[in-house]
């Protein structure tokens, strides 16, 4: 079990600069998740897919931030014209579907976004 | 939408059982009550999961009383390596991502 994997860990850019950041799922979990996380909050629900199906999204993700999975695997988180409030714990989880099961989610260990 | 209520914060020594409890009053029928534990600058890991009564594993045991309106995660014997942030999450993520959230956590310092 290779994990969830999430690139970069970091990521330092200026206001107004567009970043993309990605996620490998593990490879037989078919549901990806976004989550947001700031200082001293629990994770904030973004969007999730289901293979290449984006099922969910937030009100939290607004016409700046888009995400796909164009082949059922990994994933890429985009933001666009990035605001200060941009700044935050960007997690990616996966999980398998498992019929009448409510399947556990596997956390990355995110990528760090700061805004300068 | 399942609101959970947890302690903000506790404080344990090494060696004792740590129980945290979280409130969840609307939990639905068809929710279930999963804990995850999250170190700094690492991702939430799953600890255990339960829809009703109690459930163990190697790390953790979780009981559920029958109304299911609150449940209790116990940690025996805790060492300072389980100083972190522990999540209550309800709900069924997996056809209802949205509706299932993450609350603030409750911090947990074991003490040598």
């Known amino acids: 079990d290779t994990g969830v994997s999430q690139d970069p860990r970091h990521k330092i850019t200026k206001r107004g600069q567009n970043v993309t950041f990605r996620c490998d799922p593990i490879s037989e979990h078919n549901r990806l998740y976004w989550y947001r996380q700031t200082l001293g909050q629990g994770p904030e629900f973004l969007t999730y897919?289901?293979?290449?199906?984006?099922?969910?999204k937030s009100r939290l993700l607004s016409d700046r931030f888009s995400a796909e999975r164009p082949k059922g695997s990994f994933s890429t988180l985009e933001i666009q014209r990035t605001e200060q409030g941009d700044s935050a714990m960007y997690l990616c989880a996966s999980s398998s579907s498992g019929d009448g099961f409510n399947q556990p989610q596997h956390f990355g260990d995110g990528t760090r976004l700061s805004i300068l | 939408l399942a609101k959970t209520t947890q302690p903000i914060s506790m404080d344990s020594y090494e060696g004792q059982e740590v129980n945290i409890t979280c409130s969840h009053n609307n939990i639905a029928t068809n929710d279930y009550i999963t804990w995850y534990q999250q170190f700094p600058s690492q991702g939430p890991r799953f600890i255990i999961q339960g829809y009703k009564t109690k459930v163990t594993n190697e790390v953790a045991s979780l009981f559920i009383p029958a109304d299911r309106k609150s449940s209790t995660l116990s940690l025996p014997r805790v060492s300072l390596s389980d100083t972190a942030v522990y999540y209550c999450l309800v709900g069924r993520y997996n056809t209802n991502a949205g509706k299932s959230t993450f609350g603030d956590g409750t911090t947990l310092t074991v003490k040598p």
């Open positions: 897919f289901q293979n290449e199906a984006q099922l969910e």
